[in-house]
């Protein structure tokens, strides 16, 4: 009898958060194609995503929610269980960006970007965890980080301050929950193709300089994140903590 690659995520249940396109959506896909449940969640709706999965034999049970609203979490993580059965994966994906001059950044859109890319994470990741004790499991979370986790960009203020306290966050997770069997990790992103990054995309003198600074010369597909968040969900992972993993076509080591 073959043994189970350490790579099956058979019999497992995940929650992806923003699954309803671009990088969600194709780590909600090589979740469910690796053998998860996914339930993908976030206030738009997940028809597309759910096409996506059952065409692709997976299963995928879509959830309404909206992550910035005060005390959300433990809902949507009890509702996600009702859907699946106990969660063992945890994907924090959601995540908005705002851009403008740091001299003309306004409060609205530094407390919008910070609520959902930072505290609404957090706040999953605390009543996934106390569900997972409760339960006595171990589980898996993997938080979108970014690659202004290490740098500081531009324009992006209070962007680049939740992706470098996202990471921080993950590390600090991972220390206090590794010794519970809970693995906490992140994928930094370099520059996909996703509603995001059309803007600079359709830019030919900035798409040009994104490419020429990217080694691998091309953007990142959403597929390419998939990968690394099963990796990181899987057992192949079990003894990986508080790891922030750049997924850039080679954007940081240039």
């Given at each position: 009898?073959?043994?189970?690659s350490p ?8 929650l992806?958060?923003g ?11 090589a979740?469910?194609?690796a ?8 206030r738009?709706a ?5 096409a ?14 909206d ?7 433990p ?15 945890l ?13 003309d950044?306004?409060?609205?859109d530094?407390?919008e970007?910070?609520n ?45 301050a939740s992706?470098?306290?996202l ?14 069997g ?12 996703t509603?995001?990054?059309q803007a600079?995309r ?11 600074r ?11 994140i998939?990968g690394?968040?099963?990796?990181l ?16 076509g ?5």
């Amino acid at each position: 009898m073959a043994a189970r690659s350490p790579f099956d995520l058979s019999g497992r249940a995940a929650l992806v958060t923003g699954a309803n396109t671009g990088i969600g959506q194709g780590i909600a896909l090589a979740l469910a194609e690796a053998g998860a449940t996914v339930v993908a969640a976030g206030r738009s709706a997940m028809d597309e995503t759910v096409a996506l999965l059952r065409q692709a034999g997976g299963a995928c049970l879509p959830l309404q929610a909206d992550l910035q609203q005060n005390g959300v979490a433990p809902r949507v993580i009890e509702e996600a269980t009702a859907l699946a059965g106990p969660l063992d994966i945890l994907v924090n994906n959601a995540g908005i960006i705002r851009r403008a001059d740091a001299l003309d950044f306004g409060e609205a859109d530094w407390d919008e970007v910070m609520n959902l890319n930072l505290k609404a994470n957090f706040f999953l990741a605390q009543a996934f965890a106390r569900a997972a004790l409760a339960a006595g499991r171990g589980g898996s979370i993997v938080n979108i980080a970014s690659l202004l986790s290490f740098q500081g960009g531009i324009r992006v203020a209070s962007y680049t301050a939740s992706k470098s306290g996202l990471a921080g966050l993950t590390r600090l997770l991972a220390c206090e929950w590794a010794q519970h069997g809970i693995n906490v990790n992140a994928i930094a992103p370099g520059y996909v193709e996703t509603n995001n990054t059309q803007a600079l995309r359709a830019d030919t003198e900035r798409n040009a300089a994104i490419l020429a600074r990217i080694p691998a010369g091309r953007w990142g597909k959403p597929s390419d994140i998939g990968g690394a968040a099963v990796f990181l969900a899987s057992d192949a992972a079990a003894y990986m903590h508080g790891a922030v993993i750049p997924v850039d076509g080679g954007w940081l080591a240039r």
